[in-house]
């Protein structure tokens, strides 16, 4: 089993910057995908970016060029750097992980363990 715990959200402004981290722990980090997915209230559950343990990373189209996904497997914890935060990323923030799948998942059924979840509210 791997055991996810996501940190770091919280309520900024438009235009500012927040950094996700999530902590992993129960199975070799390395050997794993990493995904952040977000859910706004309302509408459902979307995947942000996603990255492997070689590097190679996915984005959504919303999330090119302001996120940055990264991870660090020394320690065991994964990143989702957000900047230019807008209104329409307010959202609950969740880290999944993934094993075993070719290529960098984007489906959420690709993910077998989720974290609880980080709320982000931006307000205009």
């Known amino acids: 089993q791997v055991q996810l715990v996501e940190s770091g959200g919280g309520m900024v402004q438009a235009g500012d910057s927040l950094r996700l981290s999530c902590a992993a722990s129960?199975?070799?980090?390395?050997?794993?995908?990493l995904g952040w997915f977000r859910q706004a209230p309302g509408k459902q559950r979307e995947l942000v970016a996603a990255i492997v343990s070689s590097g190679s990373t996915n984005y959504a189209d919303f999330a090119k060029g302001r996120f940055t996904i990264s991870r660090d497997n020394a320690k065991n914890t994964g990143y989702l750097q957000m900047n230019s935060l807008r209104p329409e990323d307010t959202a609950i923030y969740y880290c999944?992980?993934?094993?075993?799948?070719?290529?960098?998942?984007?489906?959420?059924?690709?993910?077998?363990?989720w974290g609880q979840g980080t709320q982000v509210t931006v307000s205009s």
């Open positions: 129960g199975r070799t980090f390395s050997l794993y995908a």
């Open positions: 999944a992980s993934s094993f075993g799948r070719v290529g960098v998942p984007r489906r959420q059924i690709d993910y077998d363990y």
